[in-house]
């Protein structure tokens, strides 16, 4: 029903800045009780939560960790979801997947095959 599809990622250098983007489709997502995030999973680490945000573009919410470098954003008209990353640092260096759940659960239920983001020092 709802499928996910990351774009944007690639080699970048640090304190290069960088947005992914995130095309959802098989759901009217404006009109539903959906929250869309951001995850990542760094080589031999568990995933981990980025950034959520619902439809409406309010509700958004960071992980700690972000620092203000993180900006979550949608575009219902073009159903998309977006992620910039401002001054990239070497432990960004993973692979960010886009997800999808209802509210209120808290079960992420859909998920995207991810894209790569390496940065280099």
């Known amino acids: 029903q709802v499928q996910l599809i990351e774009s944007g990622g690639g080699l970048v250098q640090a304190g290069d800045s960088l947005r992914l983007s995130c095309t959802a489709s098989?759901?009217?997502?404006?009109?539903?009780?959906?929250?869309m995030g951001w995850f990542r999973q760094a080589p031999g680490k568990e995933r981990e939560f980025v950034a959520g945000?619902?439809?409406?573009?309010?509700?958004?919410v960071y992980a700690d960790f972000v620092k203000g470098r993180f900006t979550i954003s949608s575009d219902n008209a073009k159903s998309m979801v977006y992620l910039r990353i401002n001054s990239l640092k070497l432990e960004d260096t993973a692979v960010y997947y886009c997800?999808?759940?209802?509210?209120?659960?808290?079960?992420?239920?859909?998920w995207g095959q991810g894209t790569q983001v390496t940065v280099s020092p």
């Open positions: 945000i619902r439809w409406s573009g309010s509700s958004a």
């Open positions: 098989g759901h009217t997502f404006s009109r539903s009780s959906t929250a």
């Open positions: 997800a999808a759940r209802w509210i209120p659960s808290e079960t992420w239920t859909y």
